[in-house]
């Protein structure tokens, strides 16, 4: 029953830079993890990045030293700040969460990085 919704996708130029933030409603408790996946046309969704409510943090190796996440746990909302992006991170943004209810996922926001 958590919904998530993400925000702040857009288009934006190689080499710049973009935040999305994800927040969570429909629980009383603060989610174990949250994070982000993406997904391109004709590929598999990929896992982006990862933190714990402890603040435990994993990335993918192709982002790694680009992007950051990070989250407010008061709030229930995770946030992933992109910089030097590249057109192979175009995608479909999708938030996950998994908590005492398990697992949820938002509906995606789409970022598009032009070459």
């Known amino acids: 029953q958590v919904q998530l919704v993400e925000s702040g996708g857009g288009l934006v130029q190689a080499g710049g830079s973009l935040r999305v933030s994800c927040a969570a409603s429909g629980t009383r408790f603060v989610l174990n993890l949250m994070g982000w996946y993406r997904q391109a046309p004709g590929k598999q969704r990929e896992l982006v990045a990862t933190v714990t409510q402890g603040g435990n943090v994993n990335y993918a190796d192709s982002v790694k030293g680009r992007f950051t996440i990070s989250r407010e746990n008061a709030k229930n909302t995770v946030y992933l700040q992109m910089n030097s992006l590249k057109p192979e991170d175009t995608s479909v943004y999708y938030c996950?969460?998994?908590?005492?209810?398990?697992?949820?996922w938002g509906q995606g926001t789409q970022v598009t990085v032009s070459s």
């Open positions: 996950y969460a998994n908590g005492v209810s398990g697992t949820s």
